[in-house]
């Protein structure tokens, strides 16, 4: 096999462990996520995320889970990132910080949801 074709060319989907669905259902869609359409699977959400590299997708997927060992972060790209912080206030969400502008070039803010999974909305700096 070339190293062309073994080439990862983007990412199809995140899948996060959660313990309510419903609830983590309502948060997601609180912030704006849209759940992909078609037939619905007990204990399974997925949000369709479009964008300039295509379409990609947030699983959710409601799970019988302790604390959580290690640490992981999604960094979702948005248009305005201090618009959307304004939107995750106005929605009852509770932003870790304030967006910020990053050393590496993005103007970000981070979010948990429910289940503490780390979310990051971003945009790169012109």
């Known amino acids: 096999m070339s190293e062309r074709t073994a080439q990862i060319v983007s990412l199809s989907a995140v899948t996060l462990s959660v313990s309510d669905i419903a609830r983590s259902v309502r948060f997601y869609e609180a912030l704006g996520f849209v759940q992909k359409a078609g037939s619905q699977v007990a204990g399974f959400a997925s949000f369709e995320l479009a964008g300039a590299a295509g379409v990609c997708y947030l699983n959710l997927l409601e799970a019988p889970h302790g604390a959580v060992d290690g640490w992981g972060r999604v960094i979702l790209y948005v248009a305005d990132v201090d618009a959307f912080y304004a939107h ?16 590496w070039g993005e103007r970000y803010f981070h979010l948990a949801d429910p289940d503490g999974h780390e979310l990051s909305f971003a945009k790169p700096l012109a």
Request: hydrophobic share 50%; no cysteine; proline share 19%.
């Open 88 to 103: 995750a206030l106005a929605v009852g969400a509770t932003p870790e910080f304030a967006p910020r502008d990053a050393p």
